[in-house]
């Protein structure tokens, strides 16, 4: 019963904790401007971050030790850097953007201006990642997260028609070119499979100290609790394509992205989807943050984690100082949060590859995996989704000028 327990709680975290500010404003904006034809780019992206989350979770059960404490290791220092410069950056602008998400919830929740609220969501963040324990961190910010399934309660209360929907499916609108379908296409796979997820889930398996007994509680954590953030993904772009599709609104705050789910609701509703929405980028700021440190700690051999004491691992707690404050400081230069969000999606697209090569690479290691090595199917759909993440980086920052970010 303790270990059904486990895997459900595990299961419910990954499914609340999914959604973050990326994927809510991806898939609010997609749906809101293409209607649902871009839903299987969602598809691709929960069949793709499974696919490297389980590889990352698989390598730190069975060796003890997470993905980038072995990517400097197995591929060399300088092609560690490369991974290390590209990922570090993703991480830095995309917790930018949960702060500000963040930030933006209270604001609705509240009416104070959002900027106001930046430095005391910071300095929170900065306190639990600090005092609160990792698994209670984790679990507390996933399960609030479930809040957002308010938006699947709110599109079947839109009373949507299905038809139309399904028929969007393989109909794009006519008047959007096919460098912006493709551009936000990019966008939408990079809320998908953002790197810090891969990077934060493996580390995090450290430090709850799995080992080969818990791959049943890893694997079922990836492939059920990823697929339901999927699935409320699609509710998002529902909601949107339901609400703001037919009138050919156009979507640019946070609270316009929210205003199905009040109109599905009312005001209880709006007020459930609020608090989901902190909840969820506040868990993202968590992740982020401490992904930026396990990267820069684990690739210098430094002591790091939460289960050791701050004063043993003073340079990861640094690390983590650090990056929040250049955060925060970058959202306090008054750039709109969806921006940053926007651009830190299309920067994660382009840093894909090199992400997601030393988990394929050391996955397929006998000498850390042993006979945990993936199977041929693992390494044929990672192999596919190799060449697909290759094609999309070199795509991504192109199109993002020609289409002067999707405008």
């Known amino acids: 019963m303790k270990k059904l327990f486990a895997v459900t709680l595990g299961i419910l975290t990954a499914f609340g904790g999914f959604v973050d500010i990326g994927d809510l404003v991806a898939n609010a904006l997609v749906g809101a401007r293409f209607g649902m034809s871009l839903a299987w780019v969602v598809i691709v992206g929960v069949v793709g971050i499974c696919l490297f989350a389980e590889m990352s979770g698989r390598i730190a059960a069975v060796s003890g030790r997470p993905v980038f404490d072995l990517v400097r290791e197995r591929l060399g220092p300088r092609a560690g850097l490369a991974n290390l410069g590209a990922s570090f950056f993703v991480n830095v602008l995309t917790l930018a953007a949960e702060i500000g998400g963040a930030a933006l919830a209270l604001e609705l929740a509240t009416g104070i201006n959002y900027l106001l609220w ?15 324990r990792f698994e209670t961190m984790e679990r507390v910010f996933g399960l609030a997260g479930l809040a957002l399934v308010a938006f699947a309660v709110a599109l079947w209360q839109l009373g949507p028609d299905w038809g139309e929907l ?47 007994r818990d791959l ?20 998002i772009a529902a909601c949107a394509a339901t609400v703001f599709f037919p009138v050919q609104a156009q979507v640019n705050t ?37 992904s930026s440190g396990y990267t820069i700690s684990q690739y210098f051999g430094w002591q790091w984690g939460k289960l050791v004491r701050p004063r043993d691992a003073a340079r990861f707690h640094a690390v983590v100082l650090a990056v929040m404050i250049v955060a925060t400081a970058l959202i306090l230069t008054t750039i709109d949060p969806i921006k ?25 290691d006998p000498d850390y995996m042993g006979d945990r ?9 990672g192999t596919a989704y190799m060449v697909l993440l290759v094609v999309v980086a070199v795509a991504a920052i192109p199109l993002m000028i020609a289409t002067k970010a999707g405008q």
């Open 118 to 132: 930046v430095p005391g969501v910071a300095l929170v963040a900065w306190l639990v990642m600090w005092r609160v």
């Open 166 to 212: 399904g028929a969007q499916l393989v109909h794009p609108p006519p008047d959007e070119g096919v460098p912006t379908y493709w551009y936000y296409a990019i966008a939408l796979l990079g809320g998908a499979m953002t790197p810090y997820e891969v990077f934060f889930f493996s580390s995090g398996g450290v430090e709850e100290r799995w080992t080969r």
């Open 216 to 235: 049943v509680t890893e694997r079922a954590n990836v492939f059920v609790g990823f697929p339901l953030g999927g699935f409320l993904s699609l509710a």
């Open 254 to 290: 946070l609270g316009q992205m929210l205003l199905p789910a009040g109109l599905g609701l009312g005001q209880v509703g709006l007020a459930a989807v609020i608090f989901g929405v902190f909840a969820a980028t506040f868990g993202a700021t968590l992740e982020t943050a401490l």
């Open 340 to 364: 940053v969000t926007e651009y830190s999606l299309v920067f994660a697209a382009a840093a894909l590859p090199l992400t997601y090569l030393p988990v394929l690479m050391i996955s397929n």
């Open 373 to 381: 090595v993936n199977g041929r199917f693992s390494n044929a759909l």
